[in-house]
């Protein structure tokens, strides 16, 4: 049975579900320890499976109108309504902020994961300890006292590090990272998720930061300790980091600090073939793929080892074809794993144990 660490929750997602603009909803209705996902709140898919929507296969979580059609016809009331929301720049639309107060108003806690603090807004405070409920800014930074400076001790990890970067943003890293820690328990080794964004840490990832809204200077050390604490607290055989925004994306140029602070073993990159411009920057070319394989390896001087792929806007029948050309171009085995599964990359994987 799966482990729940909060409760029951909606995931509001008012015109984003399945675009670049819902992939904490995504994430989430994929897979969540935090949560048991009782519906997504999106008018555009009333009535429709949200796991039909998303991979075309059903998973019993249903699309609702809004909040109110969810309230009258669940027989569970859910303990949260979660922002699956995930727009350019983390702001909130106006529009949401009526689901917010009547879920509040319900007696529902409220967690977001975006810049806009929630937490900010006296109202919604107000709302909140007026029915004894609580909001959480998953991106609210935690005090400078609380925070870690790099310092070197990720040296003494010893179990094989990998790090699953992208050739953008908004790709399916962090999807990817968690099938392979499952793949990875699948076979029998101790795996371990390191979140560095806010959807890592409400799907349950354990050892987590929140990376483009940590301060600068604690970046390195925030990734770090969580890498180590991982290590020291679960001794596992492998460690999991999720990427964020990708080496030469114009806006979210992420990636330098998890290959300088988490000094990864190897680099899983993920990559969408038909993608030909930075995600939301028309104008700005995608550098090709073995160009930003290079950039990594000269940056880190660590191996690619494998390239996972990202099937958006292709036909099933045009994956195994576009794994081939990869290999072909890269000399690197080339995997669709949200598609087929991580067994065979996990294959390749586990001989680098230690």
């Known amino acids: 049975m799966k482990r729940i660490i909060d409760g029951k929750a909606l995931v509001y997602c008012e015109g984003a579900f399945n675009t670049p603009n819902g992939k904490t909803a995504h994430g989430l209705v994929r897979f969540t320890e935090r949560y048991e996902i009782l519906g997504v709140l999106d008018t555009r898919y009333t009535g429709k499976d949200a796991g039909q929507v998303l991979d075309g296969k059903d998973n019993g979580i249903k699309v609702f109108k809004d909040l109110e059609e969810a309230i009258a016809i669940l027989e569970a009331k859910p303990d949260y309504l979660v922002v699956g929301l995930a727009p350019d ?3 909130l639309p106006k529009e949401a902020k009526a ?8 007696g529902m806690n ?9 937490t900010n807004d006296p109202e919604l405070v107000a709302l ?6 609580e909001i959480r800014d998953i991106r609210k930074t935690p005090d400078r006292d609380k925070l870690h400076f ?4 990720i040296e003494k990890v010893d179990c094989l590090k990998l790090a699953v970067l992208g050739t953008d943003s908004a790709l399916g890293k962090r999807t990817t990272a968690w099938i392979l820690v499952h793949a990875f328990r699948e076979a029998g080794k101790k795996a371990e998720m390191i ?8 799907q349950g990832a354990k050892y987590s930061m929140v990376m483009d809204s940590c301060i600068n200077d604690f970046v390195s050390g925030e990734i770090e300790h ?9 001794d596992p055989d492998v460690i999991v980091i999720e990427g964020q925004g990708s080496l030469m994306n114009p806006a979210y140029p992420g990636g330098f600090e998890i290959l300088a602070a988490g000094r990864p073993d190897y680099v899983i990159l993920q990559h969408a073939p038909k993608r030909l411009e930075y995600d939301g920057f028309p104008g700005y070319r995608l550098h090709s793929l073995e160009e930003q394989i290079n950039a990594i390896q000269v940056i880190s001087g660590k191996e690619v080892i494998a390239v996972t792929v990202n099937h958006e806007g292709m036909t099933k029948a045009e994956i195994p074809e576009m794994c081939k050309q990869i290999t072909m171009k890269t000399k690197l085995p080339a995997y669709d794993v949200l598609e087929y599964g991580a067994k065979e990359l996990v294959n390749l994987l586990v001989g680098k144990t230690k």
């Open 195 to 202: 979140g560095t964004g806010q959807t890592a840490w409400m």
């Open 150 to 153: 790099f310092t070197g001790e």
């Open 226 to 234: 969580a890498v180590v604490s991982a290590w020291k607290n679960e």
């Open 110 to 118: 409220v967690d977001s994961g975006l810049h806009d603090f929630l």
């Open 89 to 91: 720049g983390g702001r």
């Open 99 to 106: 689901s917010i107060k009547l879920a509040l108003e319900h």
């Open 128 to 133: 909140a300890k007026k029915n004894k409920v």
